[in-house]
């Protein structure tokens, strides 16, 4: 079973700053289909990157993923006032078929 | 653009069986997608719950397998879930997903239903 972590539960920043968010996964054979959304309180999941670093249809470009081993990174390049809200990352096991997701991490406004 | 709009019950009392059903349009059932289930208690992180495809081909989350039933239904072009013997525990919003055909992402979601389990 695959366990994703991520770390740290909170991260404070100003609009206009740079954040990086962690993922890591348990298993070095995991697949490297990667995903991570944002949810607002209220609001379903929004995909913003599949396959560890592709953006999703209508995603801004300031954000980007991207992967090394079983560490995965979510970067905002420039944070605006919409982007605080809570991060997941998710990841597929084949055997059995099973999507597991991280605990999130929540960017709040410092 | 597909949409999907989860409806059922608010309220479920223990132990009995919750049901949910998936309406989607601007999009068939019958694509070349992986349509699933989540959920997410209040305060706290997504689980899914299960995927079904046209075919008919389903699959379970272990932990839920012997009390969750998926279906898809193609004339109504809908989905459904039942989860048995249902507790406190199974309170959360449940949310329908669009898998993303080739990748194992979810690319639309519905807006989700609240379900509570209480006498």
């Known amino acids: 079973e695959i366990v994703l972590t991520q770390s740290p539960g909170t991260l404070s920043f100003s609009p206009g700053e740079r954040a990086t968010l962690s993922c890591r996964g348990s298993q070095s054979a995991a697949s490297r289909y990667l995903a991570w959304y944002q949810q607002k309180p209220g609001q379903a999941p929004r995909l913003l990157i599949y396959?560890?670093?592709s953006r999703a249809t209508g995603i801004p470009d300031r954000f980007s993923g991207s992967a090394s081993g079983t560490d995965f990174t979510l970067t905002i390049s420039r944070l605006e006032p919409e982007d605080f809200a809570v991060y997941f990352c998710q990841q597929y096991a084949s055997s059995p078929p099973m999507y597991t997701f991280g605990q999130g991490t929540k960017l709040e406004i410092k | 653009q597909v949409q999907l709009q989860e409806s059922g019950p608010g309220l479920v009392n223990p132990s009995a069986t919750l049901s949910l059903t998936c309406a989607v349009s601007?999009?068939?059932?019958?694509?070349?997608?992986?349509w699933s289930w989540f959920r997410q208690p209040p305060g706290k992180g997504l689980e899914w719950i299960g995927e079904v495809y046209h075919t008919g081909t389903i699959n379970y989350n272990p932990s839920l397998k012997s009390r969750v039933t998926i279906s898809i239904d193609k004339s109504k072009n809908q989905l459904s879930l039942m989860l048995s013997s249902v507790t406190a525990a199974d309170t959360a919003v449940y949310y329908c997903a669009r898998g993303k055909t080739g990748f194992d992402a979810f690319d639309s979601w519905g807006q989700g239903t609240l379900v509570t389990v209480s006498s």
């Open positions: 396959d560890a670093s």
């Open positions: 601007g999009g068939s059932v019958s694509s070349f997608n992986w």
